[in-house]
């Protein structure tokens, strides 16, 4: 991590009273990297979907209100049950079962926010990816906006420009949005979601190869199959590396939002997507630090919030 990011980290902690700490935990909770890692290996080992389930987690927390795990609140008017995340969302039982042990080892000290960043930070490694250093000091939310969630979650009908707009919302820069973007290099995604891309008319600027429409028809027709899944990244779904960034430049990116990047008419984001085609450890090593500074996004510290002792409802 540069001087300068950790500079901003610090500076940011302190205006909201407390600075956000890789040693957070050192000695309140030693055994927390390695409870989380072996938990996630396993449920990954199990699964490889769930990798990209466990980050999409972490990206949706942060982008309503902060990362202060307020997705992980249930109710049936809050975020869980919002647009972007009814029905798709995912992982909820594993974050729970992680926090149960991490309880067990030290109760009442580590936040259900702070799990959800390492968590993230472990499934990417978990799948060959890239890691970086997670700073922990977040507190929970005490409440949760289906509402924020509707309006804040960047929908997969985006273009570059507007997907620019909202993540500059949230204080992260083009080259963040773009290196973010990639994390559909591994994951899923349902047929509602890109459907509308295979049958026309297309929206402007959008681009996808004519074997690769063929090829997602089978698998999502034209009247049902809403709920039928491909992978984001065709090629190795489940891998985390650069070759969804190749497919763009193959137009064949499953989502518009992620085509948009390369052939939406944004120099900005097509020049990132040649960059990370072309060098595997630039994506990675700017994926790390977009994911640290998606992660510091307005959270509660100090005496805001509290520390959930169940993930799921306050205290």
């Known amino acids: 991590m540069s001087f300068v990011l950790v500079l901003l ?3 940011h902690g302190s205006a909201l009273g407390q600075t956000l700490s890789s040693s957070f935990y050192r000695s309140s909770c030693p055994n927390l990297t390695t409870i989380v890692r072996a938990a996630v290996q396993q449920a990954v080992q199990a699964e490889a979907r769930i990798a990209a389930s466990f980050v999409r987690l972490h990206f949706h927390d942060c982008f309503v209100n902060g990362c202060d795990a307020s997705i992980l609140l249930d109710g049936a008017n809050l975020e869980q049950n919002a647009f972007p995340n009814a029905g798709s969302a995912r992982g909820f039982d594993i974050v729970d079962s992680i926090k149960s042990s991490v309880e067990s080892s030290c109760p009442g000290v580590v936040s259900c926010a702070d799990l959800l960043a390492l968590i993230a930070r472990d499934s990417v490694v978990a799948l060959n990816g890239p890691s970086w250093t997670v700073v922990f000091g977040r507190r929970d939310s005490l409440t949760a906006s289906q509402s924020a969630a509707n309006s804040n979650l960047p929908p997969p009908t985006l273009n570059a420009s507007a997907l620019i707009a909202s993540f500059q919302n949230q204080g992260l820069s083009t080259r963040d949005m773009v290196a973010l973007s990639g994390a559909h290099t591994i994951g899923q995604a349902q047929c509602t979601t890109f459907k509308a891309r295979l049958y026309g008319p297309f929206q402007r600027g959008d681009q996808m190869d004519q074997s690769f429409n063929t090829s997602l028809q089978s698998s999502c027709p034209s009247s ?5 899944l491909s992978p984001l990244d065709v090629q190795t779904p489940t891998s985390f590396d650069n070759r969804y960034f190749r497919n763009l430049q193959n137009r064949r990116g499953l989502l518009f939002s992620d085509q948009t990047l390369f052939s ?5 984001t097509r020049n990132l997507v040649n960059s990370y085609a072309l060098s595997q450890s630039t994506f ?3 994926f790390g630090n977009a994911m640290v500074r998606m992660g510091n996004i307005n959270v509660l510290t100090g005496s805001n919030g509290e520390i959930r002792r169940n993930c799921g409802r306050t205290n």
């Open 9 to 11: 980290l610090a500076l």
């Open 224 to 228: 049902n199959g809403d709920t039928n």
């Open 264 to 268: 939406g008419g944004q120099a900005s």
């Open 284 to 286: 990675f090593q700017d």
